[in-house]
C-alpha cells in the first residue's frame, strides 16, 4: 500500500536542473521518515519497508525544483542543502534542511504558488502527494469507535488512553451537555419557521446571555448607527442565523470547567486559547467575505472542545497511573476525534463537526472554495506566526488552505500585517467573548 503512495519518481530532466557537485543519491533512513510531517504517521513496518528501496534525488545550486503555476501529483522534502522559496516580487524565503521548517513538504502538490530554487546543492525525497491525504478519516461510522482514530501507537499502548477509550465507548457515559437556551434556540432556528420576536424570547430565558447579545450587536463590529436597548432589536440587527452561532459561542465557556485545580489551569488555558483562536477566525472570515462570520467565530471556539470530556476524565483517573508526557501526548492526539464526536453528539452541522480533526490537517485539500476548516486551520497558522513559532507550521504558501484566501497574498510579511492591522477587531472580538 505504501508503495502506491510513496512512489518512487524518476528523477525530472531538463535545462533548470544541473547535478549536485556534492551529493550523490543514496537510500532514505527510516529515522529521516519518522521526522518528516505528515509521513511520519504511517506505521512502522509500511515506513521501514519504504525506506530499503528508495532513493533520495540531488540538484546543483541554481536548480529549479519548480515553479510557479507548474502542477504536480507529488511532493518534494529537503533533506539537504538549503532551497530558496520565491513568492513573487522582493518576497522570498528560506528552507534549510534539518530545519523545523523542513520536516513539511515544500508544496502541498498541486498548482505551485512559489517557485523553489536550489540555493547550494540539495538531496530531496519525492513522494505521492495522495500521502498527505492517508490516515485521515472523516467517516461518522468509523470515528464512532476509538480504535479506528489515528492514534500514535505509543499513546494506543499508554494505560490512560485505554482507559478513556473504554469509558467513552461506556453506554453510561455522561458527555458535557450544552446549556438549554443554545439548544432551544438551535432547534427552533432549525425547523425554519421562527420569527426575530420568537428568537429574542428563547434568548430572554437567559438574562447574562441576553445582555451580553445586546454588548455585541451594540459593538464596533456592526458599526451600527445607532445602540439597541433590548434584546429584540439586538436579534433583528444581528439575524437569526448570527444570533444562534453567538449564542452559541456564549455559552461555551461555562462548560470548560474541571475539580481538579491543576486540570482547570489546563482547561482555562486551552479555553483562552480557544478566545485568541476564534477572534483571528472571526477576523479571517470577515477579510476573506465569508457569508457568515459568526459561524467562523464559533469554529474556532469548537476547535479544542475535544479537551473537555478528556481532562473531565482525567479528573477522576488516579494520578499515579499516568505521567505528564502520557497526558500531554494523549490529549492532543485526542482533541480531533473526541471534538468531533461531541460536536456530533450535540447535532451540529457536518461542515462544524469536521474542524477539530481538520485544524492541523496542513495539507488536507478540501477543494476549490475556502471552508470553515480551511478558516480555522489559516487562524491557526497565523497565531504560530503572530507568537513567532513559524518553524512549528509550514510556510502558508505551500498549504492547500493558503491559495483560496481572497488576494491570493501569501508571505509570512503579508500574514503579519493582516494581523497588525486587524488587531483592534480582535480585540473587540475578545473582549465580548471573555
Known amino acids: 500500500m505504501l508503495k502506491r503512495l510513496l512512489k518512487k519518481a524518476g528523477r525530472p530532466a531538463g535545462p533548470r536542473r544541473k547535478p549536485a557537485a556534492t551529493l550523490t543519491p543514496r537510500p532514505v533512513t527510516l529515522t529521516e521518515l519518522q521526522q518528516l510531517i505528515p509521513i511520519r504517521n504511517l506505521p512502522e513496518e509500511e515506513l521501514r519497508a519504504f525506506s530499503l528501496n528508495q532513493t533520495t534525488e540531488t540538484y546543483g545550486a541554481g536548480s529549479i525544483l519548480f515553479e510557479t503555476g507548474t502542477s504536480e501529483d507529488t511532493v518534494l522534502y529537503l533533506l539537504n542543502g538549503t532551497v530558496t522559496m520565491i513568492l513573487g516580487e522582493n518576497q522570498e524565503y528560506e528552507v534549510v534542511a534539518g530545519s523545523a521548517k523542513s520536516r513539511f513538504p515544500l508544496s502541498h502538490g498541486d498548482a505551485h504558488k512559489a517557485t523553489a530554487v ?109 445602540p439597541v436597548t433590548n434584546c429584540l432589536e439586538a436579534v433583528n440587527r444581528l439575524g437569526l442565523k448570527a444570533t444562534c452561532n453567538l449564542v452559541m459561542s456564549l455559552c ?53 472542545i475535544g479537551a473537555i470530556p478528556f481532562l ?92 483560496k484566501l481572497r488576494d491570493g497574498r501569501l508571505s509570512p510579511e503579508y500574514s503579519l500585517k493582516v494581523l497588525h492591522e486587524a488587531k483592534t477587531e480582535i480585540q473587540e472580538t475578545l473582549a465580548l467573548l471573555r
Not at 163 to 172: I, R
Not at 189 to 213: C, Y
Not at 268 to 281: F, K, M, N
Request: net charge negative; hydrophobic share 40%.
Open 118 to 226: 536550489a540555493k547550494s546543492d540539495v538531496e530531496v525525497l519525492r513522494v505521492s502527494a495522495r500521502v498527505m491525504h492517508k490516515n485521515l478519516v472523516l467517516d461518522d461510522d468509523r470515528l464512532s469507535r476509538p480504535e479506528n482514530w489515528d492514534v500514535p501507537a505509543w499513546v494506543r499502548k499508554t494505560t490512560l488512553y485505554q482507559a478513556f477509550c473504554q469509558y467513552l465507548t461506556d453506554e453510561e457515559t455522561k458527555l458535557p451537555m450544552l446549556p438549554d437556551i443554545a439548544v432551544r434556540l438551535r432547534r427552533a432556528i432549525d425547523r425554519d419557521d421562527i420569527g426575530i420576536a420568537e428568537a429574542a424570547r428563547i434568548v430572554q430565558l437567559d438574562a447574562s446571555v441576553a445582555a451580553r447579545l445586546i454588548q455585541v450587536a451594540n459593538s464596533p463590529l456592526y458599526l451600527a448607527a445607532r
Open 252 to 304: 461555551l465557556k461555562d462548560l470548560f470547567q474541571c475539580r481538579d485545580p491543576r486540570l482547570r489551569k489546563r482547561m482555562q488555558r486551552i479555553w483562552r486559547d480557544g478566545l485568541h483562536l476564534s477572534a483571528l477566525t472571526y477576523v479571517l472570515a470577515k477579510d476573506n467575505r465569508w457569508p457568515d462570520p459568526e459561524e467562523a467565530l464559533l469554529a474556532g471556539l469548537t476547535c479544542e
Open 312 to 403: 473531565v476524565f482525567v479528573s477522576d483517573f488516579p494520578r499515579d497511573h499516568y505521567t505528564e508526557e502520557d497526558l500531554d501526548r494523549t490529549l492532543k492526539a485526542v482533541l480531533g476525534p473526541v471534538g468531533h464526536y461531541l460536536l456530533k453528539t450535540w447535532g451540529f452541522a457536518d461542515e462544524l463537526t469536521q474542524v477539530p480533526l481538520l485544524a492541523e490537517a496542513w495539507h488536507y485539500d478540501s477543494g476549490p472554495e475556502l471552508t470553515l476548516s480551511d478558516l480555522v486551520m489559516l487562524s491557526k497558522l497565523h497565531h504560530c506566526m503572530e507568537q513567532g513559532q513559524r518553524d512549528q507550521v509550514p510556510m502558508i504558501s505551500a498549504i492547500p488552505a493558503g491559495q
